[in-house]
Nanobody, 120 residues
Framework: QVHPVESGGGSVQAGGSLRLSCVPS??????MGWFRQAPGKEREEVAC???????LYADSFKGRFTIGRDDTENTLYLQMNNLKPEDTAMYYC????????????????RGQGTQVTVSS
């Protein structure tokens, strides 16, 4: 089993940036990714990274968010730019043995989440 642990959440003003991190950065040949959930809303897929480096982004985040691995720190990251108040949510790092296109937000393993709050 894999137990992702997130860090890097916090509060930021609209237009700002945050970088979320997750360990481990990889597990076997699993896909690793991020999803989020805001109070009263359904879970929402954000971005996914397969073991071969292939990425998949939900349309809402293309161009603003970037998923990747930091090999120097052995972390999976989510770089979030131009943040908006509607990005306020709990962000979860997650892992799954399936390809990203099969997962959506339904990962087999996830962390406890890190809160991101964006003020206007």
């Amino acid at each position: 089993q894999v137990h992702p642990v997130e860090s890097g959440g916090g509060s930021v003003q609209a237009g700002g940036s945050l970088r979320l991190s997750c360990v481990p950065s990889s597990y076997r040949s699993y896909s690793m990714g991020w999803f989020r959930q805001a109070p009263g809303k359904e879970r929402e897929e954000v971005a996914c990274l397969e073991s071969d480096g292939k990425t998949l982004y939900a349309d809402s985040f293309k161009g603003r968010f970037t998923i990747g691995r930091d090999d120097t720190e052995n972390t999976l990251y989510l770089q979030m730019n131009n943040l908006k108040p509607e990005d306020t949510a709990m962000y979860y790092c997650a892992a799954d043995s399936r390809p990203c296109a099969w997962i959506g937000f339904r990962y087999n393993y996830r962390g406890q989440g890190t809160q991101v709050t964006v003020s206007s």
